[in-house]
């Protein structure tokens, strides 16, 4: 079983960037495919970014194409999510997810979740 902890977040201004961490324990963390969630207030999850487990696949929606980066570090098991430019939109908590099945867009293939972490944008 996999621990999923996520960092980062903050409270920031239109413009801004932030760089999110995800620490994996527990498991294997070079065998799960990874994703980046997000839920905005009274929204479903959203995912943002996701990758294969040696990072040759990776996946943005439109929404995040040019802002967003994601990346892995299989010997560190951290997942890492940096965001430019951020938009009051983004305004969301932010989790990372552990899929063991591979890279899928729907929040319910996921096997587990971190506890997320807020972000904030202030126009």
């Known amino acids: 079983q996999v621990q999923l902890a996520e960092s980062g977040g903050g409270l920031v201004q239109a413009g801004s960037s932030l760089r999110l961490s995800c620490a994996a324990s527990g498991g294997t963390f070079s065998r799960y495919a990874m994703g980046w969630f997000r839920q905005a207030a009274g929204k479903e999850h959203e995912l943002i970014a996701g990758i294969g487990t040696i990072g040759g696949t990776i996946y943005y929606p439109e929404s995040a194409k040019g802002r967003f980066a994601i990346s892995r570090d299989n010997t560190k098991s951290t997942l890492y999510l940096q965001m430019n430019n951020l938009e009051p939109e983004d305004t969301a908590v932010y989790y990372c997810?552990?899929?063991?099945?591979?890279?899928?867009?729907?929040?319910?293939?996921?096997?587990?979740w971190g506890q997320g972490t807020q972000v904030t944008v202030s126009s």
């Open positions: 997810a552990a899929s063991s099945g591979g890279l899928y867009y729907s929040a319910s293939r996921y096997d587990y």
